[in-house]
């Protein structure tokens, strides 16, 4: 009613409406190619994650521990999949850690030794044969991971990586036991697809 | 069809469901893609006005951290580094209080009863933020956030699942769609109220008590007449109507 008086106010609303618009197609378009690039990186991965599982599965069974570890948000995916095993919301707790959850340790050692060896000397602290190393990356090629499965093979751990891309150095690596990669170029839709194989490698070592 | 209202009851009974089926095929509709899009717009306004972004997520807390690093590292080259601050430990509530300035946003990733998001929430008018709320399960009250981002289903894995990293990351890529659309970033600058009596409008306006005879409000610390609520402590949420507490809005129990 006031466009004759404000024929810019009206113009304003309608780029806003129309903006709308595609940022929420935007978002459909989006989650539909996240939940087609799950749904295929679980297919892809089954065998793996129950040959992981299994084996993840025997370990805690025997004391086994298990050790998350991850860069920026894959840091925060790797915590959230060390607090599914310790706090499942349903099911037995099972102990596991994030290794970026002390900033005392993390600024420590990166201060000391350097970032590169932030992971790979908390394990050699705390790993032993018994236990699991998982790391989160969508490269697959971050040093201080890297770093940190060459110290956990030696000491005999279970080390499993999660890469995106073609998988990295992970996907190579003698280090690494089982390489999940999601194969995509987005670090974005390659973390949706890593949390919900990490929560299936959790729901694989239920009994 | 099922004739369960709920429909998803019977995934936490069978729990081998929710992670390929429920979540892998999970899309968007309409509604929370058009939730979502409102959001966005919202926030990326805001960081343009100057907020800061504040993230909690009490039962997962490295969800508020991925938020908080989505934005103050962008995996994009040439993405804008936002503020945004993920809030963790004890205390969740006086630690959010002391961060939060006028025009800020508080975004939660959190269950609907989660008693500190749900004060937060309460009490955030009173502060002048913004409020977001993603999570999963039952909803929370109509009005309980600015805006909600919610998945229906019940199960209470689905955290763990990819889900809400899926809907903060979309956040993230909508927010720095709309820092390409610079005209439609200018603040809504609500209708001007300058000519009514204040004494003769519905102005009710929320504050937090501070001490005696003194509130919180979105525009500062104010001298409120407690005399028709009193007695009152601080923390306690107070309808505030030209200078005067008209009524409190404690739930029981609320701090």
Not at chain 2, 40 to 47: D, G, I, M, T
């Amino acid at each position: 009613m006031t466009g004759f008086l404000y024929p810019f106010l009206e113009a304003e609303e309608r780029d806003q409406e129309s903006l709308l618009r595609d940022l929420a197609a935007s978002a459909r378009a989006k989650a539909a190619e996240s939940a087609a690039l799950r749904a295929s990186t679980l297919e892809a991965n089954a065998g793996l994650v129950a040959t992981a599982a299994a084996e993840m599965a025997r370990r805690f069974a025997a004391g086994g521990r298990l050790f998350t570890f991850g860069n920026g948000g894959s840091s925060t995916d790797a915590a959230t999949l060390a607090g599914l095993f310790a706090h499942p919301p349903i099911g037995a707790p099972l102990p596991a850690w994030s290794l970026t959850a002390d900033q005392a340790i993390l600024t420590a050692l990166g201060n000391d030794v350097g970032f590169e060896l932030v992971f790979a000397r908390q394990l050699m602290a705390r790993g032993d044969g018994k236990d699991i190393a998982i790391a989160m990356s969508t490269s697959g090629s971050s040093k201080d991971l890297t770093a940190a499965f060459r110290e956990a093979r030696k000491r005999g751990m279970y080390t499993v990586g999660f890469a995106g891309y073609d998988g990295g150095e992970f996907a190579a690596s003698p280090d690494v036991d089982v390489c999940f990669v999601v194969r995509s170029q987005s670090v974005h839709r390659i973390q949706e697809a890593q949390a919900l194989l990490g929560y299936q490698l959790w729901e694989g070592v239920q009994p | 069809m099922s004739t369960d209202p709920i429909g998803s009851t019977d995934v936490v009974a069978t729990p081998t469901s929710v992670g390929t089926e429920a979540v892998s095929t999970m899309g968007l509709d309409q509604d929370l893609s058009a939730d979502l899009a409102a959001a966005s717009l919202v926030l990326a306004r805001l960081f343009s006005a100057g907020a800061t972004l504040w993230c909690i997520a009490p039962a997962w807390e490295p969800h508020a951290q991925h938020v908080a690093v989505e934005f103050v590292h962008p995996v994009i080259v040439g993405k804008k580094a936002l503020p945004a601050v993920a809030l963790t430990g004890p205390d969740l509530v006086a630690t959010v209080r002391m961060s939060v300035r006028p025009g800020d946003v508080v975004l939660a990733v959190a269950a609907a009863d989660q008693p500190d998001v749900r004060s937060v929430m309460r009490r955030a008018p009173a502060w002048g933020a913004t409020t977001l709320w993603i999570g999963s399960g039952e909803r929370p009250d109509a009005g309980s956030a600015d805006h909600v981002l919610w998945l229906d289903d019940r199960d209470p894995r689905l955290p763990a699942t990819g889900g809400f990293v899926l809907l903060y990351h979309l956040l993230w890529e909508l927010t720095h769609v709309c820092f390409e659309h610079p005209g439609l970033l200018a603040p809504v600058t609500p209708e001007c109220t300058d000519e009514v009596c204040i004494t003769c409008s519905d102005e009710g306006r929320l504050g937090e008590v501070v001490g005696p005879g003194r509130a919180r409000t979105a525009t500062g610390i104010e001298d409120v007449a407690t005399v028709l609520v009193d007695p009152v402590v601080p923390g306690d949420l107070l309808l505030i109507h030209a200078g005067l507490a008209i009524t409190r809005l404690d739930e029981p129990g609320a701090r």
